[in-house]
């Protein structure tokens, strides 16, 4: 059976830590692929910039890399949309395949808020990536147990490099004029720059 890494955010915009991060587990893991989910509406965020645009720059930086997808699953809903509806909706495409959904550890600490995230925890498991800044392994742990014992979810850790790129870091950079070079696949500075996005 084939293994797939979910990857989904905002990728607002796409950047250099993303696909370390991305390759890396998809190697640790031996994925077959990793396929990135651009976020439509996100019920918790307030986008300036559109789900298109987003998409398109995915789609460019990943564009070297025959082991990343990008799915328009997210971006085409012109609703709001939830993590556990993505899921059930690929499962039903991606039949006979494992799914594993890739996240960082702020995510994980906010799993437990999600929408029908019991619901979710029976569609896929999940992997997170924890950087080596990180060290209270403690906290991590009571956090996966509280998950496991009242959603029954599975996770594993799995350690990664670090890379501190921030999106917001990024978009005040365009905004100021600075470079974003090495921290920005080509691609996507190219992208931002022939669409005057961030400015």
């Known amino acids: 059976m084939e293994k797939y890494g979910i990857f989904g955010g905002t990728f607002n915009p796409i950047h250099s830590g993303h696909l370390m991060i991305a390759e890396y587990l998809r190697e640790e893991m031996n994925l077959d692929k990793v396929i990135f989910i651009p976020t439509g509406n996100p019920p918790h965020k307030d986008l300036k910039i559109s789900a298109i645009d987003r998409y398109n720059m995915v789609k460019r930086a990943i564009s070297s ?73 403690s906290k991590i742990n009571a956090e996966i147990s509280y998950l496991q014992e009242n959603f029954d979810t599975n996770i594993k850790i799995v350690h990664t490099p670090q890379l501190e790129i921030s999106s917001t870091d990024l978009r005040q950079r365009i905004g100021e004029g600075k470079s974003v070079k090495y921290l920005l696949p080509s691609e996507v500075i190219e992208y931002i720059e022939e669409n005057n996005l961030y400015k």
């Open 65 to 137: 890399n025959d082991k990343f997808e990008v799915t328009d699953i997210e971006t085409k809903r012109e609703k709001l949309s939830y993590t556990v509806d993505t899921i059930k909706e690929l499962k039903l495409i991606l039949k006979d395949v494992k799914l594993y959904f890739l996240i960082g550890l702020d995510t994980l600490f906010q799993l437990r808020t999600w929408k029908l995230f019991g619901e979710l925890s029976k569609e896929i498991d999940f992997v997170v990536a924890l950087r080596p800044k990180y060290i209270d392994i």
